[in-house]
């Protein structure tokens, strides 16, 4: 009998993360996953409410072919095949395992760069994450519990315990932020080699409650594009196109990065990111995460930009939801942690502090640290 609580997050995928309706197909693309329990019960919740379903099954290995040995021909091929059926869809769960994170670390990156442009680009970017209703989760695994330093065990309790929070309490809770970051103007960071200014004056605010992320517990918009100015240095270690980077620090002037190092990793690599295109030296989203079950880095984005007590600054490519105006092949979440036991920090609007050392310091959205 299969673990009860698969059928729990099977149900939030299906009725609350893509909603989905009677009529409606839904793509199902599973990569590296360690059964086939999640995937089957999701066909058989989709069937009942009537829609229909596609499943695409991937291994990373032969991705990491695909994307080593291509041509741009090939790439642009398989991108606009699967554009195609992209196109025909209504809905989207993206269902990762995590056999290995850094399958891609010695794809070269002209390779990675023709990959974004020609198949990530047309496919995701502009395709599924504006026209669909879409999800996407990682699966747990042997190798994401030794990521975050846990038994196997322990690491599926917990993992069990942040994606199947009540995500309609979360929405609800998520509101207070978002009134506050919508009447803000400008914004400054400061922390441990951090002194950041911004504006987010006109850009959209999007909560982010279990609808495109599981787990969830985000609040973002994005900076004015050439508002920010100053220095920042991330304190979560990072995984980028199969590359580990720690430290990254950015500086900024009028919104673009004019230089980058890292204390870890490759820093001629962690250039070269940048210069994939002239939006990737811009950003184009900024978030509060205030997932209050999430507590430390596992070297996994989808868990990391949530961390209690964190924020993350992406360059690259904005989302249509709070579009800045800047367009990139690559989108990187950088992940800095504000609680005390990580050197603390402060969030200010319009010279208000809302949140010091990660904790919200303002009465309308203190329970956001304990709900």
């Known amino acids: ?20 309706a009677s009529g409606e197909t839904l793509l199902i693309e599973c990569f590296d996953l ?8 999701l066909i058989q919740k989709a069937a009942a409410r009537g829609g229909r379903v596609l499943v695409e099954t991937r291994d990373n290995r032969i991705v990491r072919e695909l994307v080593l040995r291509g041509s741009a021909e090939s790439i642009e091929s398989w991108g606009r095949i699967d554009r195609q059926r992209m196109e025909q869809v209504q809905a989207y769960l993206g269902l990762r395992g995590s056999l290995n994170i850094s399958e891609m670390s010695d794809v070269p990156a002209e390779q990675l760069e023709l990959y974004n442009a020609l198949y990530q680009k047309p496919v995701h970017f502009e395709r599924r994450v504006t026209n669909t209703k879409w999800c996407v989760l990682r699966l747990p695994t042997a190798s994401m519990a030794q990521q975050a330093g846990m038994s196997t065990e322990a690491f599926e309790d917990f993992y069990f315990d942040v994606c199947t929070l009540d995500y309609g309490r979360m929405a609800q809770m998520l509101k207070p932020l978002v009134a506050r970051m919508e009447k803000a103007h400008d914004v400054r960071i400061t922390g441990p080699e951090t002194d950041l200014s911004f504006s987010i004056a006109g850009i959209p605010v999007v909560p982010c409650s279990g609808t495109m992320n599981i787990p969830d517990g985000e609040v973002f918009t994005a900076p004015v594009r050439d508002s920010i100015n100053g220095v920042i240095r991330f304190n979560t270690p990072t995984i980028y196109q199969g590359a580990s980077f720690d430290g990254v620090r950015l500086e900024f002037e009028a919104g673009k990065i004019v230089r980058a190092d890292c204390a870890g990793g490759d820093v001629e690599k962690l250039r070269r990111i940048f210069d994939a295109d002239e939006g990737a030296r811009y950003t184009g989203e900024w978030s509060i995460g205030c997932n209050p079950k999430i507590l430390k880095p596992m070297r996994d984005i989808l868990f990391d930009e949530k961390i209690a007590g964190s924020f993350h600054l992406t360059p690259g490519n904005a989302y249509d939801e709070a579009d800045n105006g800047n367009k990139s092949k690559i989108h990187w979440d950088l992940v800095q942690i504000q609680r005390p036991d990580y050197g603390g920090g402060t969030i200010a609007f319009d010279g208000e502090p809302i949140r010091i050392d990660g904790k919200f310091v303002v009465d309308d959205l203190r329970p956001l640290d304990s709900y």
Not at 1 to 20: G, T, Y
Not at 34 to 41: E, Q, V
């Open 34 to 41: 360690p059964d086939s329990t999640l995937p089957r019960l």
């Open 1 to 20: 009998m299969p673990d009860p609580r698969w059928d729990a997050l099977a149900e939030i995928l299906i009725n609350h993360s893509v909603r989905l």
